[in-house]
């Protein structure tokens, strides 16, 4: 048994993952399962933080309180030195993240039966895109967070690294790979040399011939799906009587899962009435108003990530907003799914792009595309990655444990 274990903190879930010879690598977290949603809800009533599933569940409930999601979206920001109300009191970002990460590595113990003092940590290619020390700042806070939680010997891998291991352990000869895995914030690229023999060696780096990304994931296709569907509803695009738009930021926050809760202060609330005092139509701006007053912005963003997911199996879904003014029903296309993203499918394609021009390796020789992450599941991704590599076999992975399973091979590796 390893004496290390692999740690998975995911934009949207977690997972951790300790190697054991004959046995699953991921271990159980929640409800027997191997994933802990990366949620926090603040229970007001009973003075009592929930994690994971539960955290959604009292949320939904309509339990008062305060529900935190999308954790890691603000590692390498402004955001990570400042803080947040939780149940009358200041609550910093650093401690907050600090709660989630004491919480995943007591339950991973109480799976496993151990304590675990040495970690190998995952990390996206770039947390911030195009700022090194942002990024350099996001990695050293992630390393003190895990420190102040008991983990003495950390390493960092990167993600579609991860991932790579854990496909290398399922095939018996040697393949050139390039590994997708499009997560809940980012969406990660390697292209990398695997095989059994080399699957024994620590250091890998000769086998990396390239790694890039990109700083879009699924949060981001919930937060465009959202734009362009859910907020006409509540008033974006809308005028005032001057012939003005009302502001846009407002629905810029409730469609971003990590500043929801921007939409509850009491400043945004004494703004959106006179907002509806100056609207040239109050009807859907009301609608606005009555759902911040509800606090049920989270439950909409969890609604508009529901029907992202459902149409990765439909071209037509039906979304009953019942608590939304008017109870309406959105209906959502995979065509009207695919425009409002295709800003952010683009993007992702040239950093594919890139990074097979930097590899200086012919398309035709890669064999496999092996395709991860919480986000993969969505067919315009999928059809436009594979369009790049039209010769290579696609291999789907475990969309949220691939890369758990492999820090735990590499902390094996790394730390014995």
Partial sequence: MANACGVDFGTSNSTVGWSRPGCAPLLALEDGKPTLPSAVFFNADENTAYFGRAALANYLAGNEGRLMRSLKSLLGTALIDGQTEVMGHA???????????AELKRRAEQAAGRSFDSAVI???????????????????????????VGFRHIDFQYEPIAAAFDYESTIGAEELVLVADIGG???????????????????????????????????????????????PLLGMGSHLKNGSEVPSSYFFNLA????????????????LQGVLQDAARREELERLLDLVRQRAGHWLAIRIEEGKIALSDAQQVALPLERLAGAPTLQLSQAGFNQAVDHLVGRIEDTVTGLLQDAGIDRAAV??????????????????????????RRVEG???GSIGAGLALDAARKFG
């Avoid at 895109?129 to 390393?143: I, K, M, P, S, V």
């Fill in 91 to 101: 609550l910093p970002f650093r401690s907050l993240l600090a709660q989630f990460h």
């Fill in 122 to 148: 995952g990390r996206p290619v770039h947390f911030i895109d195009g700022d090194a020390a942002a990024d350099r700042l996001a990695e050293d806070t992630l390393a003190e967070i895990a420190h102040s």
């Fill in 185 to 231: 914030g980012t969406s990660d690229f390697s292209l990398v040399r695997l095989s059994p023999a080399r699957a024994a060696a620590v250091e890998r780096r000769d086998d990396i011939l390239a790694a890039s990304g990109v700083h879009i994931g699924g949060t981001d296709f919930d937060k465009y799906l959202s734009l362009s569907a859910a907020m």
């Fill in 256 to 271: 971003t899962w990590h500043t929801i809760n921007l939409a509850y202060t009491q400043r945004t609330w004494t703004q």
């Fill in 367 to 392: 064999d496999t595309v092996f395709i991860t992450g919480g986000a993969s599941g969505m067919p315009v991704l999928r059809e436009r990655i594979g369009a790049l590599l039209p010769a290579a």
């Fill in 398 to 400: 475990d969309l949220f």
